[in-house]
């Protein structure tokens, strides 16, 4: 019996440290494989870093010469951040040298703002064509002055000519007319010294001549600088007087408001009439009223007006507004191309699609902007031609698609005419979907039957009334 319990407690005990053994095993290899993952783990997030870093210098590359090409311009401040980004980039430090150098040297004058690679040719053009007509205008008096000493020449010669003539018939007639010789070489000889004497002050008043159209040229140069200046000056204080009278920030303000919702009708009523200029058939978009600033608020709704009811009132039916959000009483309205008692004035350049059928629908947008008030002061034509001009009253450029180099070269030419004029002038520039989502236009679409309670308190109806489905956003 001793023996049988010696046995197991032996087989027992191998058991045991088989077991140990196997698990020691085991043990080891596992946190063998933890380490080596650990290892891994650690090499692969090193490399990320390092691709992070690269990433985030190439970025920074990318705004730095996005800035001097005059794209998206940085100021001094977000340079000098983006500088230390780079971390000592040589290749970028020489770039900026030579961009600052480049700007120093051929941008002297230069009135505008933001001087890039961009605006530098046009700046150089224009000083170039100011100095070849100040050196068109200077080479015509030199010519006039020219001509001037050339029949001083002339008139000279004559006299000379016609002195030795005098001389020739009096040695001819020596003999018998001495005296009067005598008489007619003294009176000769006295001219030839008056003509002698014309000849200096004739050469000192084109001298002076030149001076002076010299001095002229530069004294225009230094007037055309002034004038640059004080134009600039002028833009400045008008921009300052436009803001005192409160006319700074006339298109962050709303165009009216929602006076009265009936939405079983799916009709709204507007505090805009006759008096303000409104029409049927003009649209506007709706903004809650809690917004500020209607530029930059979410639209939520879309309406169009359907009767003008008197000088300040009008009716108008909903084109489209949000079951969570309806249009409510004191929702504000608004409109890119209408303002009470004045034109907003606008530009059109690149591809209108408005349906993004790949055609150009720039009639129509021309149509919806007249609609609605607005008035189009220029437009890029299909062939490339300009019709129209851009000026400081235009409030906006509606840019399309830009065209590509697929496009022809005088397409492309105009398009870029037309956004650095808009540029220079300072006009805001808009997309045409931003202007579209402002203006409250609704594209022709299926109507979608749809069923809420009334936003102003109404039963819930058991019938559907027709809603226009949502615009993509």
Not at 89 to 108: F, R, V, W
Not at 384 to 402: E, H, N, P, Y
């Amino acid at each position: 019996m001793a023996s049988r319990e010696s046995q197991g407690l032996q087989v027992a005990l191998i058991l045991f440290v088989m077991v140990t053994v196997v698990l020691a095993v085991t043990t080891y290899l596992y946190f063998r494989r933890a380490e080596e993952n650990v290892q891994r783990y650690l090499a692969k997030a090193e490399e990320a870093k390092r691709e992070k870093d690269t990433t985030m210098k190439l970025q920074f590359e990318n705004q730095i010469l996005k800035h001097i090409l005059g794209h998206e311009r940085k100021t001094e401040a977000e340079l000098n951040s983006i500088k230390q980004g780079l971390g000592g980039n040589k290749q970028i430090e020489q770039i900026l040298a030579d961009y600052d150098k480049h700007m120093k040297m051929y941008g002297a004058g230069y009135g505008g703002q933001d001087l890039s690679y961009t605006t530098l040719p046009e700046h150089l053009i224009t000083a170039i064509n100011a100095r070849n007509k100040n050196l068109v205008d200077a080479d015509a008096l030199a010519k006039n002055l020219e001509r001037e000493r050339e029949n001083v020449r002339r008139a000279e010669a004559a006299r000379a000519a016609k002195a030795e003539q005098s001389l020739a018939a009096v040695q001819s007639d020596a003999a018998s007319e001495r005296e009067t010789f005598n008489a007619d070489r003294t009176r000769i000889t006295e001219e030839s010294a008056k003509i002698a004497a014309i000849l200096p002050q004739k050469n000192a008043m084109i001298t002076k001549t030149t001076s002076e159209a010299q001095a002229k040229q530069e004294e225009m140069a230094r007037q055309l600088s002034q004038v640059s200046t004080l134009l600039e000056s002028e833009k400045e204080r008008r921009a300052r007087l436009e803001q005192d009278l409160g006319f700074g920030d006339t298109y962050e303000r709303p165009d009216g408001e929602v006076t009265l919702v009936n939405s079983r009708a799916n009709t709204v009523w507007i505090d805009l009439g006759s008096a303000d200029g409104i029409d049927r058939q003009m649209i506007f978009s709706v903004i809650d009223q809690k917004e500020t600033g209607v530029t930059k608020s979410k639209v939520k709704g879309r309406i169009e007006v359907t009767r003008v009811m008197d000088a300040h009132s009008a009716e108008a039916r909903v084109l489209e507004d949000e079951l969570a959000n309806p249009i409510m009483k004191g929702d504000k309205i608004y409109s890119p191309s209408f303002r009470k008692g004045r034109k907003v004035r606008f530009a059109l350049a690149g591809m209108m699609d408005m349906d993004k059928d790949g055609k150009s629908d720039q009639t129509q947008v021309k149509a919806l902007i007249t609609m609605n008030g607005g008035v189009v002061d220029a437009e890029l034509l299909d062939d490339g031609s300009i019709a129209g001009t851009l000026t400081g009253d235009t409030r906006f450029l509606v840019k399309g698609d830009r065209p590509t180099d697929k496009t022809n070269q005088k397409l492309i030419d105009g398009f870029t005419a037309m956004t650095g004029e808009a540029t220079r002038l300072g006009i805001e520039t808009i997309t045409l979907d931003s202007l579209l989502d402002r203006m409250g236009y609704v594209p022709d679409r299926r109507v979608v039957p749809m069923s809420r309670p009334s936003a102003t308190g109404d039963a819930p109806s058991d019938t559907f009334r027709p809603r226009t489905a949502p615009a993509p956003r």
